[in-house]
Nanobody, 115 residues
Framework: QVQLVESGGGLVQPGGSLRLSCAAS????????MGWYRQAPGKQRELVAT???????TYADSVKGRFTISRDNAKNTVYLQMDSLKPEDTAVYYC?????????WGQGTQVTVSS
């Protein structure tokens, strides 16, 4: 069973940066979409950023210009570079690989932005 393993979360001050990584433990074929979602306490999970078919990038309005999603096909890994972090970015961040035959989720990594 392929698993997604996330890393890079933590505590950072407002204005700081973090880089999240999400690697698949095995090969996943026919990936249509790779992305990051987040869920803050008491709120629904929301989309942060996605790469669709390797060429189309989408971002939530709240993170545009501050976050950058990227991928390494050879490593089956997706990254989220988060700059100019704000307290409202505090949440558990989940990665997602959507393939034609299966949908995979990471276990989540906590990001806390606080002084």
């Amino acid at each position: 069973q392929v698993q997604l393993v996330e890393s890079g979360g933590g505590l950072v001050q407002p204005g700081g940066s973090l880089r999240l990584s999400c690697a698949a433990s095995g090969s996943i074929f026919n990936i249509v979409r790779m992305g990051w979602y987040r869920q803050a306490p008491g709120k629904q999970r929301e989309l942060v950023a996605t790469i669709i078919n390797g060429i189309m990038f989408t971002y939530a309005d709240s993170v545009k210009g501050r976050f950058t999603i990227s991928r390494d096909n050879a490593k089956n890994t997706v990254y989220l570079q988060m700059d100019s972090l704000k307290p409202e970015d505090t949440a558990v961040y989940y990665c997602n690989f959507y393939a034609r035959t299966a949908n995979y989720w990471g276990q989540g990594t906590q990001v806390t932005v606080s002084s």
